[in-house]
C-alpha cells in the first residue's frame, strides 16, 4: 500500500537558518503529493502542494519538489522564522481506483526555532 | 474560506460510555474523512464518507463508527469508549479527488 517516511526530529534551528525536512514516499500511480502545517493548538492546514513529477509547490518561502526517480518531495526554506514553530506533515493523496482523494500522512516532524 | 467545524474541542469522558464527535463542512463536499493523531505516528484514517450514508474503513477502524445522514454533517461514534482511544481526532472534508483536503481544529479526547 501507499506510505509517506519522514525524517525523524525534532528539528530545532536559529532563526535565519536553511531549512530542510526530508519525505520519501511509496506510491503505485501518480500520487499528488502535499505539505501540511499544524500550528500549537491548532488543526492541519495546506502549506503547499504538487500533483506531477517535476513540479514544484511553493508558499510563505517554503518549496518542495516532486522528484519521482527519488519519490521524494523534501520541504526546504532558506530562512526560518520563530513563527514557523510547528508540526510539518508529508502527504500522499493516490488518485486511482477509489481512493476518493484520502490522504496517507508521514509521522510528523517537529519544527522549534529558537531567536 | 471552507470551514470545518468540529462541535467539541475538549472532552473527557468514562471508559466504557458511548461518545459522539460531531463535524460540520458548510462547502457541500462530497468527501468526508475522520483521522486519528497521535504523536509518533502521524495521522491514521479511521474512516471516510464519499456521499451521503455511504462509508468506508480506512486503516484503523476498529472500536469506531460513523454516520453521514446529511452530506455537511459526519460524525465520529465510539460505541464503548477505552484508555487506548485517548487522542486527537482530526475530521476533514474535500470536493473529490486530487483536491485539498480541509481540517478542523480537531477534538482532543480523553477517556479515564
Known amino acids: 500500500g501507499d506510505s509517506v517516511t519522514q525524517m525523524e526530529g525534532p528539528v530545532t534551528l536559529s532563526e535565519e537558518a536553511f531549512l530542510t525536512i526530508n519525505c520519501t514516499y511509496t506510491?503505485?500511480?501518480?500520487?499528488?503529493l502535499f505539505w501540511y502545517v499544524q500550528y500549537p493548538g491548532e488543526g492541519l492546514q495546506l502549506l503547499l502542494k504538487?500533483?506531477?513529477?517535476?513540479d514544484k509547490g511553493s508558499n510563505k518561502g517554503f518549496e518542495a519538489t516532486y522528484r519521482k526517480e527519488t519519490t521524494s518531495f523534501h520541504l526546504e526554506k532558506g530562512s526560518v522564522q520563530v513563527s514557523d514553530s510547528a508540526v510539518y506533515f508529508c502527504?500522499?493523496?493516490?488518485?486511482?481506483?477509489?481512493?476518493?482523494?484520502?490522504?496517507?500522512f508521514g509521522q510528523g516532524t517537529i519544527l522549534t526555532v529558537h531567536p | 474560506d471552507v470551514k470545518v467545524t468540529q462541535s467539541s474541542r475538549y472532552l473527557v469522558k468514562r471508559t466504557g460510555e458511548k461518545v459522539f464527535l460531531e463535524c460540520v463542512q458548510d462547502?457541500?463536499?462530497?468527501?468526508m474523512f475522520w483521522y486519528r493523531q497521535d504523536p509518533g505516528l502521524g495521522l491514521r484514517l479511521i474512516y471516510f464518507?464519499?456521499?451521503?450514508?455511504?462509508?468506508e474503513k480506512g486503516d484503523i477502524p476498529e472500536g469506531y463508527s460513523v454516520s453521514r445522514e446529511k452530506k455537511e454533517r459526519f460524525s465520529l461514534i465510539l460505541e464503548s469508549a477505552s484508555t487506548n482511544q485517548t487522542s486527537m481526532y482530526l475530521c476533514?472534508?474535500?470536493?473529490?479527488?486530487?483536491?485539498?483536503?480541509?481540517f478542523g481544529e480537531g477534538s482532543w479526547l480523553t477517556v479515564v
Open positions: 476533514a472534508s474535500s470536493p473529490g479527488q486530487g483536491h485539498t483536503i480541509y
Open positions: 506510491a503505485t500511480g501518480y500520487p499528488s
Open positions: 504538487a500533483t506531477k513529477a517535476d
Open positions: 502527504a500522499l493523496g493516490n488518485a486511482g481506483g477509489t481512493s476518493y482523494g484520502k490522504l496517507t
Open positions: 462547502m457541500d463536499h462530497e468527501n
Open positions: 464518507s464519499y456521499d451521503v450514508k455511504m462509508k
